[in-house]
T-cell receptor, first 110, second 116 residues
Framework: TQLLEQSPQFLSIQEGENLTVYCNSS?????LQWYRQEPGEGPVLLVT?????EVKKLKRLTFQFGDARKDSSLHITAAQPGDTGLYLC??????????FGKGTRLHILP | NAGVMQNPRHLVRRRGQEARLRCSPM?????VYWYRQLPEEGLKFMVY????????ESGMPKERFSAEFPKEGPSILRIQQVVRGDSAAYFC??????????????FGQGTRLTVV
């Protein structure tokens, strides 16, 4: 069974601080995605990483795929209250099945 | 280009009734996934379907739950004889067949099922 572990589960920090969220697995994934979910809405895709070691930037968000394609991180610089939400990582494994981690609930205090 | 459409957005059922949740994938998408989400939790995989085929239903309870994705029309998640524990948000996602960039799933806004 392929599993994704996200840490931390909850994170509450002050506006302007930096933070990193981790997504780890013992399995190899062909690609990995990060989603953000607002209350009452479905998850929205932020980024897909495909190549081991790949780094993608989306404004203040930096996503990295581990060299072995088993883990990923999301780094947010100078967090804003608008960054508040549930961040989910998802791995594409065997048979194109998409597996989600349980998410990191991020709260940015103004 | 409409996104993934789910209906209804909210569904209230009494215990013992049937719930039918519909999902129309994005145009051209032939892969559909159903997930369940309890409050304050992540998404739990239920079933993965391609047109007219169930590829993986390992996350779906063996009894009372069924899913289909017919050649024409939306994908349906059906829950028979609902119980209070079935109350959750059910999300559908769709994706294209696998491409160079990997499989990206686009989600609907979910159906919130409440069993009273």
């Amino acid at each position: 069974t392929q599993l994704l572990e996200q840490s931390p589960q909850f994170l509450s920090i002050q506006e302007g601080e930096n933070l990193t969220v981790y997504c780890n697995s013992s399995s190899v994934f062909s690609s990995l995605q990060w989603y953000r979910q607002e209350p009452g809405e479905g998850p929205v895709l932020l980024v897909t990483v495909v190549t081991g070691g790949e780094v993608k930037k989306l404004k203040r968000l930096t996503f990295q795929f581990g060299d072995a394609r088993k883990d990923s991180s999301l780094h947010i610089t100078a967090a804003q209250p608008g960054d508040t939400g549930l961040y989910l990582c998802a791995g594409v494994g065997r048979d194109d099945k998409i597996i989600f981690g349980k998410g990191t609930r991020l709260h940015i205090l103004p | 280009n409409a996104g993934v459409m789910q209906n209804p957005r909210h569904l209230v059922r009494r215990r013992g009734q049937e719930a039918r949740l519909r999902c129309s994938p994005m145009k051209g998408h032939s892969h559909v996934y159903w997930y369940r989400q309890l409050p304050e939790e992540g998404l739990k995989f239920m079933v993965y379907l391609q047109k007219e085929n169930i590829i993986d239903e390992s996350g779906m309870p063996k009894e009372r739950f069924s899913a289909e994705f017919p050649k024409e029309g939306p994908s349906i998640l059906r829950i028979q004889q609902v119980v209070r524990g079935d109350s959750a948000a059910y999300f559908c996602a769709s994706s294209l067949t696998r491409g160079i960039g990997g499989t990206e799933a686009f989600f609907g806004q979910g159906t919130r099922l409440t069993v009273v």
